[in-house]
């Protein structure tokens, strides 16, 4: 059963959503009884990636069946408009709903390294912003960040001062490595 959306159905939904909020913040968990009822949440954000990438929109000459079944048996977003072409400015984007701009991670930030680093190390996502992983907790979910983090690689800009429960992954690219000066 394939359940994707157009962007213009998923705009409804979404304005349909944002009017009902006062309603449920006055009836609050009254909506939800138990745990039990919470939809589960998988956000599979990759790198690089085509929209044919993926069996269920078309992909030849392989096949990702797994992939393929999540998306069979959940929502597919089929048009989706990144904040961003790069790996930070597009997580924190995500992650936060904001633009990039806005929570100060208009570039890609990495380790202290090669030039274009220079002014871009020790910067990462301000842990005061709301994310989708703090909002989540807020409804006693359970939340997990794997793979490429790239918002920051110093400990107070990790996933889990910014709502994560489990991390497993890099804090930045496979290709970018921490340099020391030579001299």
């Not at 909506?31 to 044919?52: H, M, R, S, V």
Request: aromatic share 12%; with cysteine; glycine share 10%.
């Amino acid at each position: 059963m394939n359940k994707g959306i157009s962007r213009r159905e998923f705009i409804f939904r979404s304005t349909t959503a944002l009017t009902a909020l006062p309603l449920v913040g006055l009836l609050g968990n009254q909506l939800f009884q138990t745990d039990d009822e919470l939809p589960n949440i998988i956000l599979i954000y990759t790198d690089d990636q085509g929209y044919a990438d993926i069996g269920v929109y078309g992909a030849e000459g392989f096949e990702t069946p797994n992939l393929d079944a999540l998306a069979n048996n959940g929502i597919q977003f089929k048009n989706y408009y990144s904040a961003a072409p790069t790996c930070t400015p597009s997580r924190a984007a995500l992650l936060t709903g904001c633009y990039p701009v806005r929570v100060g991670l208009p570039f890609v930030v990495g380790p202290k390294g090669p030039d274009w680093t220079k002014g871009k190390e020790n910067i990462g996502l301000n842990t005061k912003e709301m994310t989708i992983a703090k909002l989540l907790k807020q409804k006693n979910y359970a939340t997990c960040c794997i793979g490429k983090w790239h918002l920051g690689d110093m400990k107070e800009f990790l996933p889990l001062r910014q709502g994560f429960d489990y991390y497993f992954g890099l804090p930045y690219s496979h290709d970018m490595n921490k340099q020391t000066d030579p001299k």
